[in-house]
């Protein structure tokens, strides 16, 4: 079945640690590619989007993602976290330029001060 | 400059009961999409509607499931008959242009629905 996989579903890491959180996705043809965060008690804000062009997206708050088409990946990093960061992140794909997103679970992220 | 509005946030309801669920879109969007976060899963798509006007439900359960979306007025998810299994997070989107191929969809904060 076609899906969006997010690994490691619960993370710990202390500040100023980096982050790395994998998204891979079983959809052929042209996909469009987001991350979402939601901080604790606030709901879905967009982090960065994918559409074209540059593989390497910059988004808010010092987040960045990279698309690898070879490797249906889409994975969002950050070089130093913060105890701000501390959310939950989901990658969503929307495939064959249809109108729905398709999520993955989530990864939970605790940043320890 | 508000976001997606939903409304209530939280809903319990006795099995058997019904559900409405209202989402407003930002200001200038008329396209609405429901989605629905099971525990420890993703979100799901349940349906997408413009204006008086279904344009995808292949994510909505068959029966006692419907949205509507009316010229005036919030979008509405409705659940008929309630159980155990539809407690979740519904979640509603809405964007400016049709489509996620074009256009990103900002969420609002969500209802969670609570069956007894």
């Known amino acids: 079945a076609q899906s969006v996989s997010q690994h490691n579903h619960h993370v710990i890491l202390s500040e100023a640690a980096s982050l790395e959180l994998g998204c891979n996705y079983s959809y052929g043809g042209t996909v469009n590619l987001f991350w979402y965060v939601q901080y604790p008690g606030q709901h879905l804000q967009l982090l960065l989007k994918y559409f074209s062009g540059d593989p390497l997206v910059k988004g808010i708050k010092g987040f960045e993602a990279e698309f690898i088409k070879s490797k249906f990946s889409f994975n969002l990093r950050k070089p130093s976290v913060q105890w701000s960061d501390t959310a939950e992140y989901f990658c969503a794909v929307n495939p064959d330029g249809n109108n729905r997103l398709a999520f993955g679970k989530g990864n939970q992220v605790v940043v320890i001060p | 400059n508000a976001g997606v509005m939903q409304n209530p946030r939280h809903l319990v309801r006795r099995r058997g009961q019904e559900a409405r669920l209202r989402c407003s879109p930002m200001?200038?969007?008329?396209?609405v999409y429901w989605y629905r976060q099971l525990p420890e899963e993703g979100l799901k798509f349940m349906v997408y509607l413009q204006k008086e006007n279904i344009i995808d439900e292949s994510g909505m359960p068959k029966e006692r499931f419907s949205a509507e979306f009316p010229k005036e007025g919030p979008s509405i998810l409705r659940i008929q008959q309630v159980v155990r299994g539809d407690s979740a997070a519904y979640f509603c989107?809405?964007?400016?242009?049709?489509?996620?191929?074009?256009?990103?969809?900002?969420f609002g904060p969500g209802t969670r629905l609570t069956v007894l």
């Open positions: 989107a809405s964007s400016l242009k049709g489509g996620a191929n074009t256009d990103t969809q900002y």
């Open positions: 200001k200038g969007h008329s396209h």
